[in-house]
């Protein structure tokens, strides 16, 4: 029978009162997007899609003055051609990756398991600076455009008129003490926001309707400035300046508008931004009885039900609040300075019903917001641990809840203070967060639609076809988006840059931990090293394996008993370590016996060969209550060169790396396993 061995891996350490009240709630896990399934029960998934429409259905408090300012007169056709890219290419893309991910990966992890060792690591941590630049965004976003509803109110224009920053970093800075303190139930909350929220924005758009009806000249003037080519001149630039379209001739031709508008739909992407919560959130959504872990076909329908149900509801307002914002609203107020920048509902809110209801809607706006950035908050909490620390690419203390809370907000004070928490200028680093991770989940659902075309799967390459037309339209988005609006592909690459750096540190930092979680012993490893105890000392010869036959074992077992002076009676056990994917930080490390000829081997499976002959030695110890023997040959080459084969390959200069782990691992000389080099 296998034997089964949990690795601890380190010593049992004091920690200081503030570090204790830091490291509280050690790999707890928040309930939102990224969460690890079972963590917190199941709920319908309509329950669940009001969690992700907190930062779905949120974008409707700035997304129409947003596609205003930057579609003019063509934005609700810009906002048609973005609601069919939702409805025929994010909700296809995503509805799949729902049944290629359902345990809450999402994205990174569809495009992950296309691609293998240090190029499928490299590949999660650029998008994983990605994830990060769409959640902090979403924190600075969101509460920055809730300054903007809190500072236009007029019961308090005139008290706090100037403070947007200020009340910014207190809306942040209340997020990060309610997640210290410790955040519970958001699915409640949720249900209850994103219900009161959507009904007074029916309301108002459906005000605005009512208005837009009952007076004919608003649509008569939207349409001849359609038809007469004005639109053109009205639309600026990124840095204020007449836009591209001022010099294009004929602009009253139907083909230019529609030109343009695919041109300019680009800038409205933040209304895509709520399918990767989507599918983040699948541990949450209930299934049925009839799911198994591994193929949990309930949960997998009813996510695709929240998928759909949320890209159809958020797509009936995204057009009919373009349609009503941009013909009811004049032009100059959705400018810097205007009353309806960032807040055109809010605008239209107070027009219409007064003081009072727009009042109750600036709250429940602002309620929303905030909201928006506590999932945001969530999801980084929770995908953070999923990743780094697996990797080795991130202390062990960045599983813990609160030493993040402080660190992600101090980044978010660090974005709203650069950009002075001006909505419009960040929405351009949102949208490219959310796009890349749009393009990069499109590719990684081709590559999945190429596989079953490859396994002759009906449909596969249809699908493929289908899949690689929609990744070519979301990199086109991706890519106009860059060029004209730089800002997100800066912040994304600080994030990159940051994480990638701070991630090959950690990893070289934390290179002489055990890196196993468990060792598995069979049958024949237990018999042989039973064997061997019975006749003494535990002797072991590391080997790095060539032939494999008799003759190379004969002659590694005479230069040992030679060099050492092992006497002939006492029997040799040889190891060999097999490396599988030396990208992994930890794992488990199999043992298996094999005989050669009367030869003896233990032949493991290891994620680097120092450490995990370093695990089994003590495991060895500890199992037989001896110090383990273990001898190795000299090794000649550049110290340099085995420093970044041991990184890179798990192997090196095998023998003191062997015995620095050994070191870290027991402090004490006379109970550690003893390490001979010397032929």
Not at 523 to 545: C, K, S, T
Not at 622 to 631: E, F, I, N, S, V
Request: glycine content about 8%; charged content about 15%; overall charge neutral.
């Amino acid at each position: 029978m296998t034997e089964t061995v949990a690795v601890i891996q380190n010593a049992e350490r004091k920690y200081s009162p503030l570090q204790r009240w830091l490291l509280a709630g050690y790999i707890q896990e928040m309930e939102g997007p990224h969460e690890k399934e079972g963590t917190h029960k199941t709920h319908p998934w309509w329950q669940v899609m009001c969690l992700t429409g907190v930062d779905y259905f949120s974008t409707l408090g700035y997304q129409p003055g947003i596609a205003a300012l930057a579609a003019g007169a063509l934005s609700p056709l810009a906002t048609l051609v973005l609601v069919a890219l939702t409805l025929f290419g994010a909700l296809p893309v995503f509805r799949w990756i729902a049944r290629e991910s359902p345990h809450g990966e999402g994205t990174i992890a569809v495009l992950a398991q296309q691609l293998s060792a240090w190029k499928g690591k490299l590949l999660v941590l650029i998008l994983l600076g990605f994830l990060a630049t769409d959640f902090i965004i979403t924190i600075t976003l969101s509460a920055a455009d809730a300054a903007v509803h809190i500072v236009e109110n007029p019961f308090l224009h005139n008290y706090v008129k100037g403070y947007e920053v200020f009340i910014t970093l207190a809306l942040i800075s209340f997020l990060a003490i309610v997640f210290l303190k410790g955040f519970k139930e958001a699915i409640g909350i949720a249900v209850v926001l994103v219900i009161v929220y959507l009904a007074l924005n029916a309301v108002v758009i459906g005000r605005g309707i009512m208005d837009v009806a009952s007076h004919p000249d608003y649509f008569a003037n939207w349409l001849q400035a359609i038809q007469s080519g004005s639109w053109a001149q009205a639309i600026p630039s990124d840095d204020g300046k007449p836009s591209m379209f001022s010099t294009w001739r004929n602009t009253d031709n139907l083909w230019l508008v529609v030109a343009a508008s695919l041109i300019l739909f680009p800038k409205l992407a933040l209304g895509l931004s709520g399918f990767e919560t989507g599918v983040a959130v699948m541990p949450l959504v209930q299934g049925d009885a009839s799911d198994t872990p591994q193929h949990p076909r309930a949960r997998i329908r009813n996510t695709r039900y929240l998928l759909t149900a949320a890209a159809l509801i958020m797509s009936c307002f995204l057009i009919s609040s373009s349609f009503v914002t941009t013909l009811a609203i004049p032009a100059p107020e959705f400018v810097e300075g205007g009353k309806a920048n960032g807040r055109a509902l809010a605008f239209l809110a107070y027009q219409y019903f007064g003081n009072a209801f727009g009042t109750l809607y600036d709250i429940s706006t602002i309620l929303i917001l905030w909201f928006a950035g506590a999932s945001a908050m969530a999801g980084l909490l929770n995908v953070v641990p999923r990743y780094l620390p697996r990797y080795g690419m991130a202390p062990e203390w960045t599983r813990a809840t609160r030493p993040l809370v402080l660190v992600f907000t101090v980044i978010a004070f660090a974005v709203t203070i650069i950009f002075k928490a001006n909505v419009d200028a960040q929405g351009g680093a949102y949208a490219t967060g959310v796009l890349v991770l749009m393009t990069s989940g499109a590719f990684g659902v081709m590559l999945s639609a190429k596989r079953l075309m490859h396994a002759r799967i009906a449909q596969g390459r249809q699908a493929m076809i289908a899949f690689g037309v929609i990744f070519a339209i979301f990199a086109y988005t991706t890519i106009v988006n860059i060029i004209e609006r730089p800002d997100g592909i800066k912040i994304a690459t600080f994030f990159i840059v940051s994480i990638v750096t701070f991630s090959l540190v950690s990893r070289l930092v934390r290179t002489t931990e055990l890196r196993t979680d468990k060792i598995e012993l069979d049958d024949a490893a237990q018999l042989f090293i039973r064997e061997a105890m019975e006749h003494g000392e535990l002797r072991i010869i590391a080997n790095n394996p060539d032939r494999g036959d008799a003759d190379e074992y004969r002659r590694q077992s005479g230069e040992a008993r030679l060099h050492h002076m092992i006497p002939p009676t006492e029997p040799l056990l040889f190891l060999e370590i097999y490396v599988k994917d030396a990208s992994d930080f930890s794992g488990v490390t199999r043992v298996s016996g094999v005989e050669v000829e009367g030869y003896r081997i233990l032949r493991v499976e290891g994620v680097a060969i120092p450490n995990a002959i370093a695990a089994l030695l003590l495991h060895l110890r500890d199992r037989t209550g001896k110090r383990p023997h273990a001898y190795f040959s000299w090794t000649e080459g550049n110290p340099f060169l085995f420093l970044i084969k041991y990184i890179l390959l798990g192997q090196g200069d095998v023998a003191p790396v062997t015995h620095e782990v050994l070191r870290v691992a027991e402090p004490d000389p006379m109970k550690r396993p003893a390490i001979h080099v010397g032929f």
